[in-house]
Nanobody, 123 residues
Framework: QVLLVESGGGSVQAGGSLRLSCAASGFPYGSNSMAWFRQAPGKEREGVAA???????PYHDSVRGRFTISQDNAKTTMYLQMNSLKPEDTAVYYCAAGSYGGVWSSPSNYKDWGQGTQVTVSS
């Protein structure tokens, strides 16, 4: 059974930083892609960044240069380092895995999801 657990969310002022973690278990990590998504109130869930086994790391245009996705050597934990945070980054952030091989930023492309962690950025 796949289990994805996010942590590291919180409240921060604009310009600050947070590091999100996604601990994965029961999953052949490293044999598929994983991604971070976010969903703000009243908005659709959107792809933030992804890690593909071939080394490709796409980012949403709004976070490129500010956020960095990575994983540990054991490939059991994925991270999202978020710098220069803006109020518009406020959302619940989700870890996703089990890609069906479609568009990286589409939520329907992923089979497994974590419970989410709240990120709030104040101005």
């Amino acid at each position: 059974q796949v289990l994805l657990v996010e942590s590291g969310g919180g409240s921060v002022q604009a310009g600050g930083s947070l590091r999100l973690s996604c601990a994965a278990s029961g999953f052949p990590y490293g044999s598929n892609s994983m991604a971070w998504f976010r969903q703000a109130p009243g908005k659709e869930r959107e792809g933030v960044a992804a890690l593909y086994s071939g080394g490709w790391t796409p980012y949403h245009d709004s976070v490129r240069g500010r956020f960095t996705i990575s994983q540990d050597n054991a490939k059991t934990t994925m991270y999202l380092q978020m710098n220069s945070l803006k109020p518009e980054d406020t959302a619940v952030y989700y870890c996703a895995a089990g890609s069906y091989g479609g568009v990286w930023s589409s939520p329907s492309n992923y089979k497994d999801w974590g419970q989410g962690t709240q990120v709030t950025v104040s101005s």
